[in-house]
């Protein structure tokens, strides 16, 4: 099975950018579908972004489309999340996951039960 390693979280002012990145034990192109969540203290885990397991699809939540970009580094096993214009609602614990490829479906899934492994998360904080 893949394991998931995020890194990149930390506290920054509104307006701000971070970089999340994902490190995967194997290679995910082909492979897996990917999928960056969070969660804010008393809140559900919701989905941000996420790209197909071919690499053709990517999708975001309204919340945070033309703010956050998924992207991938296929020689590094990388997944990053590019987060721009942050606002104090960002803040939360930022986890990846992966779904291992269905032949069958090339699109990219955004419901938490849909993935099969997850990373322990990553911190986000943005201050206003």
């Known amino acids: 099975q893949v394991r998931l390693v995020e890194s990149g979280g930390g506290l920054v002012q509104a307006g701000a950018s971070l970089r999340l990145s994902c490190a995967a034990s194997?290679?995910?192109?082909?492979?897996?579908?990917m999928g960056w969540f969070r969660q804010a203290p008393g809140k559900a885990r919701e989905f941000v972004a996420g790209i197909s397991w071919t690499g053709s699809s990517r999708i975001s939540a309204d919340s945070v489309k033309g703010r956050f970009t998924i992207s991938t580094d296929n020689a590094k096993n990388t997944v990053y999340l590019q987060m721009d214009s942050l606002k104090p609602e960002d803040t939360a614990v930022y986890s990846c996951?992966?779904?291992?490829?269905?032949?069958?479906?090339?699109?990219?899934?955004?419901?938490?039960?849909?993935?099969?492994?997850w990373g322990q998360g990553t911190q986000v904080t943005v201050s206003s």
């Open positions: 194997e290679r995910t192109l082909g492979t897996y579908a």
């Open positions: 996951a992966a779904r291992f490829r269905r032949d069958y479906d090339v699109t990219t899934p955004r419901w938490e039960y849909e993935y099969d492994y």
